[in-house]
């Protein structure tokens, strides 16, 4: 019979990234048995005890294994779950989740549901909910195959805080029949802090006109320890990186201050930032739709508002 849920923890660069202790928060609140974790890489034994409140950490150790390719992954993974038999499986709504998670679900002949923001357990059953319709409308599915695979937003669970780390079992698994190789492998440049994790983000739109409208947002950013963002069309125009892009075809971002400077709104783009704790809106189009998410909002032209706001920010942080 399936009991408890297992977690994919993921690493970056050797270290577990910040959705892996939220995977063990939303597990544990889901109430459904035992928490379990799996670690797959190589030479990743030694993060295992960085995963806590955790009963166990089913790790998959190979060389084979030390950059994640979807099929050695899905192996590893399939492995892991036919061993823990777990009634759900989470894993982050990231670039390896998000792949990895339909392949898994594919080799267990279950279900999986994508990017999910809320999840329910009742009778036994893992009902989840996702945003549809770029951020328009909530979607609640519930499950009728087991296991049930989930995949889950970045920032849209509380994370587990203390506890103790689990035992380790390691798994043996045969990844040598891989087909996928990886030729390159090519790091996007960038500096402080990465758009996903930041709890702030200073976001520009079509409205600053071209990259120097930028300048100041970068200032911003800076002086809030903050990430920068850009909407679809910027980014498009080629003025910003597309990594930066925010919205339903971009980064989703969950920052505690997200600030919108001459960005219209549009629910594409919403679907990328509503889930911020606290949306800024600077438009010089009092009835833009951005007005309607943001908790405070400045009619104005940017030019004169960004370096007004800059000069007051620097004014509170000299003040400490
Ligand atoms: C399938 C699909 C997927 C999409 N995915 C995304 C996505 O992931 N992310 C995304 O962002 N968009 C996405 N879009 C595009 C989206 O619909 C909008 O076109 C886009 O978000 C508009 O970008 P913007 O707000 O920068 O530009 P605009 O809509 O042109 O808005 C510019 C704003 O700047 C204001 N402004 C102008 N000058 C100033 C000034 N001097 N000072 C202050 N304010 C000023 C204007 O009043 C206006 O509100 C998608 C569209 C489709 C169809």
Known sequence: MP?????????????????????????????AGPVSAMLIGSGVEAAASGITGVETVYVVDDPALAEYTNDAFTSAAEAVARQ???AVILLGQTNIGRDLAPALAYKLGTAVAMDTIGLEMTDGKLHTTRPAYGGNARAVNSFTASPAVATVRPKSQ?????GSAGAVTKV??????????LVERK????????????????????GVGGPEGFETIEQLAHLLGGAVGASRAVADLGWRPVAEQVGLTGKVVSPDLY???????????MAGCAGS?????????ADANIFKAARFGIVGDYKAVMPALIEAVKKVKAEG
Request: zero cysteines; hydrophobic letters at 45%.
């Open 187 to 206: 790091v996007a440049t960038a500096e402080g802090v990465r758009l996903e994790d930041a709890n702030v983000v200073v976001s520009g739109g079509r």
């Open 3 to 31: 009991h408890g849920v297992l977690i994919l923890a993921e690493l970056m660069d050797g270290k577990l990234v910040p959705i892996t202790q939220e995977l063990v928060g939303a597990a544990q609140r889901l109430s």
């Open 259 to 269: 600030i919108a400077v001459a960005i219209s709104g549009a629910s594409q783009h």
């Open 158 to 162: 509380d994370p587990a805080l203390g």
């Open 277 to 285: 704790k606290n949306i800024i809106a600077i438009n010089k189009d």
């Open 84 to 86: 823990a038999d777990p």
């Open 172 to 181: 043996a698994v045969d990844v040598s029949g891989s087909r996928t190789k």
